[in-house]
């Protein structure tokens, strides 16, 4: 697979989509317009309370479930069957915040906060304030090297130019990404959670007393949970495979959705809001399997278009998408479960190659030069 080339100005890098795929059509025009005309003809963005207190009550539901089982199995090495279920919960929880915080679920801005704040804080130990700062700015700027925090914060590199900012144990992981940004989405549990403690200690939440309150109540209950159920060594193994259980799920669920689409670079902006959106995000093929383990997030690119759609309008939405994106010869990348991950794991292989050939500082000097040519 070879490096991909630098196309359209803006330097926006193809990756990921076969390269038949990645050019617009000479002339094709990607006005955002006509698409959110179509989708408000249909209602798509009308808010249905109703359906998000079925899922709300969906949720309980599983979370009452794993806590049944927890107490009824008392201190046996099956409580980690318990503890994989509860990793499980807390994905299926997220998808609550992440609505409640796109504005998708209530027109209540006290009821959609307080759907946030319980089920980031208190149910995963995950500061709400934070996330929403976060993922606003991500949407924003979605795969762009400097304005999208959600790489910036990752140890693996998306562009060989971020390589030189790595140092220690990280230029390890990036010689072999491809497989240990996999391997270490075990830690993300507990990255999200001391992600939370330093936002709250730096007063970047909007909300510290509520935001603490509501970690240090789950971390209670929590452990006098684990520890008075469970003997110490399998409270301990209880903690772990729960956090890994929850990490390896958020990983999962964010990988496919950007990893390995193209990527944005410097000052210039030469892409409307519906190329920005569609040429950096990455669909799974639907099923209702998928729907339910990704939380509609398997719709990236109707996602992205339209944050506030709430999740049961995103497959109509899609089918539109899909028929304007041709109409307009805007790429739309859409592929299967495994396939989204083969592209992520091949993409994160190719980067990496110079680190692996010894050669970054020769390929930053090679990928400048045609930026420049561009």
């Known amino acids: 697979m070879q490096r991909p080339h630098i196309q359209m100005a803006g330097d926006l890098r193809t990756a990921g989509a076969p390269a038949a795929e990645a050019v617009p059509r000479p002339g094709a025009s990607a006005t955002f317009a006509e698409l959110l005309k179509r989708v408000k003809a249909e209602g798509l963005l009308d808010l249905d309370p109703r359906y998000y207190v079925g899922r709300l009550a969906l949720n309980t539901t599983l979370l009452l479930l794993g806590f049944a089982a927890f107490f009824e199995l008392g201190d046996t090495w ?180 950007h990893k390995g689409m193209q990527i944005r670079d410097g000052e210039e902006e030469t892409l409307d809001w519906l190329e920005r959106q569609v040429l950096t995000s990455r669909n799974i093929r639907p099923s ?23 999740q049961k309008n995103l497959p109509r939405a899609r089918e539109l998408t899909r028929a304007y994106c041709a109409e307009r010869g805007v790429p739309y990348h859409e592929v299967g479960f495994w396939a989204s991950y083969g592209e992520v794991a091949s993409y994160l292989h190719e980067v990496s190659a110079p680190v692996r050939r010894g050669d970054v500082e020769e390929e930053i000097r090679r990928q400048a030069e045609a930026a420049r040519a561009a």
């Open 78 to 257: 099956w409580q980690l069957v318990t503890a994989l279920w509860m990793g499980l919960c807390g994905g299926q929880s997220a998808f609550m915040w992440h609505d409640a915080g796109h504005k998708a679920m209530f027109r209540s801005k006290k009821a959609a906060s307080a759907v946030g704040y319980v089920h980031a804080n208190l149910v995963n130990g995950v500061s709400y304030g934070w996330w929403v700062n976060h993922h606003n700015r991500h949407h924003s700027n979605p795969n762009h090297l400097d304005m999208d925090p959600d790489i910036g914060r990752r140890t693996a590199i998306f562009d060989i130019k971020q390589y030189p900012t790595r140092k220690g144990t990280q230029k390890l992981v990036v010689r072999y990404q491809s497989v240990l940004f996999f391997v270490l989405l075990v830690l993300e549990g507990f990255k999200m959670l001391r992600t939370a403690v330093l936002s709250i200690a730096q007063g970047r939440t909007k909300r510290p007393v509520l935001e603490t309150f509501l970690i240090l109540l789950r971390t209670a209950v929590y452990l006098t949970c684990v520890f008075t159920v469970l003997s110490p060594a399998l409270a301990v193994a209880f903690v772990v495979v729960q956090h890994a259980a929850l990490g390896v799920y958020f990983g999962m669920i964010f990988a496919p959705n």
């Open 288 to 310: 209702l399997l998928i729907d339910f383990l990704y939380g509609g997030l398997n719709y990236q690119v109707e996602h992205h278009l339209f944050p506030a759609m709430p």
